[in-house]
């Protein structure tokens, strides 16, 4: 089996004990040990989301379906959704929106640049919800969430945080995300494979009774990790939903115990030093970075492909030399941008040096 | 991190080979390397459903949500599907059904036994969907799938087949199943996180064009594990849908890999005998099977628990003495029948011994 240095979008090279805890023993979706590891895993995520909501779980299944549980399960029919779309995940979220049955108003971007929070604030009068993406994977740019969240009025706020999270500051709370969803395999440095979500008592209030997915079904999940207990403080009482994925659910509260010894306030310092190096680095080596400056993510970097490169063949080079893969450029964009991700535990100094030197050999600009 | 025999109904311990891949170096999802992973387990699959289906593929979520792409890919508003209800998964089944918009008949059975093959064919003259569990998790029971794709006629046959893929005779094509899903951690031996499926073109004929589920849509993760190129012959052409969970199936792959390398005969043998030793066991102790005789599953057995005898004790005293898990009963057959699998890695002699003995101690009949 190859080892490989993954650079790219994620997933990324996961915490050591990330992957220790992969191998650890197998136990029993229902074994006492297996139910205190999800109840600390919740709490462990309340505190990487920068929420006290009670419904703060991993769905078992990767971040897309993330995606597709916040809409089943608050898009009534007819519903007006807005979304603001400035990537790849925006556009995915008015197909997945559409297919629950809501009227979706998407509120169009140029690639590269943040959501435009007046455009999207005064696209309908009065939205059931609100969506957008935190940190768009497929271009690295950051949006403002807090601005939308202070001007949603009665609507929902729903958020992508796949690539945000356990990289880059997050205020679920704070700034008025009402759910969201995110993924294991990028800052957060566990292997794909699972959804962290959240959803708030505002939102979880206005649910589907009944919701088109039985698998995502929120008000089942409630038992599934023991919300009743929670809520009042006692032992929690589970009741069986599906058999959950324990050997990730072990490995996401290995990677995320890791990550609040750390600190929060460190990882995410050691994310923007890593990509401040790294975007300045690729500067000094005449590249023009893609995404609008002033709102670039510093765990995942576009870079546009220079004139006369071979997107591809680069990439190639950088694998099959140095075992070190970075991603294409999503859509439109596919052959000329790369993707460059230095996230969980990749966001380090020799992380930065290694990802530079190797693309100014290949490039022919050492 | 406690050590634990996992002889309750699923997961069991992983086959070691399975458990060793978990923790090898993390791979991208779009990793040469990795392709020829998912390429060799989508083969893999395809011997152990017993089918030649172009598509069958692991899905990025649990067994449960195996059914609902089961559902949601193929039920048409207003189709009538008949659904035998012999246990919690045919239950489950026309929740899950009855959500994709389907008229559901259940035919009902009494727990514990069989399919009735003649009821469940007469039960409508021209159902679109024939939905049966071939082995029922909630009970121990089998039931003959053949028999209902004899006679199925224009209707499309759809299997549940999470408790008997990899432990005991499975022909999906032999046997007329036009879909089915199953988990990895059971007779696979490998974690919980993956739905292997199976449709075949049939079906996929049928298929609801834009499926109200997004993340289970089979139109579009075709090309997520390269069909185009599967049915060309020629080199699988990606595009992007979702991260796969790289980890999981790697370990997917390595479970396969044993499982292949014993021979599907070998294993399907093997779990025989460990059931027919353990039941035979069972009743020497004075126990009573709950299933009905003749149609019990080898691989998961359910047995009475004696009058006067507190269940859940008993299983608790297996648990801290022994490190020993065997589950409860289902539904309401919760505290008056246990649950135990041997299953994957668990189908020896030796776990026949231990489990035996160790129940034989709790109960105070060594």
């Excluded at 009534?76 to 925006?90: E, T």
């Excluded at 059931?128 to 969430?145: F, L």
């Excluded at 794909?192 to 979880?204: M, Q, S």
């Excluded at 750390?262 to 690729?282: F, I, K, N, P, S």
Aim: hydrophobic share 45%.
């Amino acid at each position: 089996m190859r080892e490989r240095h993954l650079f790219g979008p994620g997933p990324s090279n996961p915490y050591p004990e990330a992957t220790r805890a992969l191998a650890e023993p197998l136990l029993g979706h229902l074994d006492p040990e297996f139910l205190r590891i999800m109840d600390e895993t919740c709490e462990m995520l309340r505190t990487v989301w920068g929420t006290s909501n009670a419904r703060t779980l991993p769905l078992s299944a990767t971040g897309s379906a993330g995606m597709e549980a916040a809409f089943v399960n608050t898009v009534h029919p007819g519903d007006v959704v807005v979304v603001a779309v400035n990537g790849l995940f925006g556009q995915r979220m008015t197909d997945v929106a559409a297919r629950c049955g809501a009227e979706v108003i998407a509120v169009e971007h140029e690639w590269g640049q943040p959501v435009d929070v007046d455009r999207v604030l005064s696209a309908h009068p009065s939205p059931a919800i609100i969506a957008a993406v935190h940190a768009e994977t497929s271009t690295g740019v950051r949006s403002d969430i807090a601005a939308l969240g202070a001007g949603k009025g009665d609507a929902l706020l729903l958020v992508d945080a796949v690539t945000s999270i356990a990289g880059v500051e997050l205020r679920a709370d704070d700034w008025g995300i009402d759910l969201g969803y995110a993924g294991t395999q990028k800052c957060l440095g566990v292997a794909p494979g699972l959804a962290p979500f959240t959803i708030n008592d505002r939102a979880f209030e206005r649910r589907v009774e009944k919701p088109r997915s039985w698998y995502l079904d929120l008000g089942m999940l409630g038992g599934y990790v023991g919300e009743a207990g929670l809520k009042e403080g006692g032992k929690a009482q589970r009741t069986y939903h599906h058999t959950a994925p324990t050997a990730m659910v072990a490995s996401l509260h290995a990677g995320l115990t890791r990550i609040l010894d750390e600190g929060l306030d460190a990882v995410w310092a050691r994310h923007q030093a890593a990509g401040d190096a790294l975007q300045t680095g690729l500067e000094a080596m005449g590249l023009e970075l893609f995404a609008a400056e002033g709102h670039r993510l510093p765990d995942l970097t576009t870079v546009k492909v220079p004139e006369g490169v071979d997107s591809a063949a680069v990439r190639r080079e950088l694998l099959e030399r140095y075992d070190l893969e970075i991603g294409a450029g999503a859509g439109a964009y596919a052959a000329s941008v790369w993707r460059i991700g230095l996230m969980g535990h990749n966001a380090r100094p020799d992380a930065v040096l290694l990802v530079l030197a190797a693309l100014a050999d290949v490039l022919g600009r050492a």
